[in-house]
């Protein structure tokens, strides 16, 4: 296994364009930290320090900073696609399985370095999290603290399963332009088939059915937070009360989804005249 990260972090880091968007993709969920420092001035009356509301209390940070990086995650889809681009314009991928590096172990590389970017991104959001938490939060208890770390595994499981995504239409349209805009059709059909699971049922159906879709299981680990920090502020708003946790039947959706992508890649890799 480390043989094969190895040899794919070399080539992504001999890449400038890789080096950049990998950079920008580790560094844009600091921007958390200045979402917890921002100030705004309202109307000239009083200063709003959204740090001082108690959003960022634990244990509902992990909730709201995994939400907010999970939207950075593009960035490095481009590396995914890109890494299968390049193996095709430049003709590596062929020059790699005369040098004896099999198939398998082709997309297995991929994989592995899909999995230890999602990590290192996990963990950068966990210690972004308890410095911000530790500096803002009214509740230092350490059962508080590590209450709802399960949002950690469900932005792992969310990057892993998308950029297993991005892989496997980065294999099927061999240009990272073209496996962008799958990406892109992607999320229209699944809209467009909760449509019409609407008009042919109803809209608790049609929400039960979308939520075992690509694209909508991966958003569903980790619920938009908003609602939640509502309920906070106004208890007495019960129409806001929504499920927010993360539930393990979401997990197993994401992981069969990814488990899918990744052999869905290997076959089209395998059955392919390179």
């Known amino acids: 296994m480390l043989r094969l990260l190895n040899l794919e972090l070399q080539k992504l880091l001999l890449n400038r ?16 930290i200045l979402l917890s420092s921002l100030k705004i001035n309202v109307f000239g009356f009083f200063t709003l320090e959204l740090g001082e509301l108690g959003i960022f209390n634990f244990p509902i940070i992990w909730h709201l900073t995994t939400f907010f990086a999970s939207q950075f995650k593009f960035f490095f889809a481009i590396v995914v696609v890109s890494m299968i681009g390049n193996e095709y314009s430049n003709k590596t991928i062929k020059q790699n399985l005369i040098d004896g590096l099999s198939k398998k172990e082709f997309i297995l590389s991929k994989f592995y370095a899909i999995v230890f970017f999602s990590a290192v991104s996990t963990i950068l959001i966990a210690l972004i999290s308890i410095c911000i938490g530790l500096y803002y939060s009214s509740y230092n208890e350490f059962n508080i603290i590590i209450r709802e770390t399960s949002f950690l595994l469900a932005y792992l499981v969310k990057l892993i399963g998308f950029f297993s995504l991005c892989l496997f239409f980065g294999m099927l349209a061999k240009r990272s332009a073209f496996a962008l805009a799958f990406l892109f059709i992607l999320f229209i059909l699944e809209w467009l088939g909760f449509g019409l699971l609407t008009w042919q049922f109803n809209m608790d159906i049609a929400e039960s059915i979308q939520n075992f879709f690509p694209l909508k299981s991966m958003y569903k680990l980790i ?38 992508f990744i052999f869905l890649s290997y076959r089209l890799l395998k059955k392919r005249d390179l």
């Open 223 to 260: 619920d938009q937070p908003f609602q939640r920090i509502a309920i906070t502020k106004f208890p007495d708003k019960g129409e806001l009360m929504y499920d927010y946790a993360v539930h393990w039947y979401e997990i197993a959706i994401v992981l069969g989804w990814t488990a899918l």
């Open 17 to 32: 364009t890789s080096k950049v968007l990998i950079f920008i993709s580790f560094i844009l969920p600091f921007f958390v």
